[in-house]
């Protein structure tokens, strides 16, 4: 699993937004003074788009790279295990197999 210790492109990171409020779950592509991209669901949907990656048929979730402007940006936090809760990059691989960079086609990128 990829990990890092600070928030950076390719950090897997959970974006709080205001203006409605709204979570967003990725792999960061970008951060500048302008806004973030990140590549990723919205966390609401996150236990649908893991539960849809077990099935066959077509997927019904699935990643989007979005910018949001920073002024959106309530705060970013870093997805990390908290004590026995597993993050949620960690449900990911359990349920997959794979690597969440691999998934997305980010892994050449490490």
């Known amino acids: 699993m990829f990990r890092v210790d600070r ?4 950090a897997v990171v959970i974006l709080y937004l205001k ?10 592509r970008s951060l500048d003074s302008t ?12 236990d649908d788009w893991l539960q849809h990656l077990g099935e066959s048929g077509p ?14 940006v309530e705060k970013i936090l870093l997805d990390m295990p908290s004590g026995e ?3 949620l990059v960690e449900r990911f691989e359990a349920r997959t197999g794979r690597s969440l960079h691999g ?8």
Request: zero cysteines.
């Open 7 to 10: 928030i950076r492109p390719d």
């Open 19 to 28: 203006d409605p409020k709204e979570r967003f779950w990725g792999v960061m």
């Open 35 to 46: 806004g973030t991209s990140v590549l990723g669901v919205d966390l609401m949907a996150f």
């Open 59 to 72: 997927a019904q979730i699935t990643p989007s790279l979005v910018f949001y402007p920073l002024a959106r």
């Open 85 to 87: 809760i597993p993050s």
């Open 103 to 110: 998934y997305l086609g980010l892994e050449e990128m490490h």
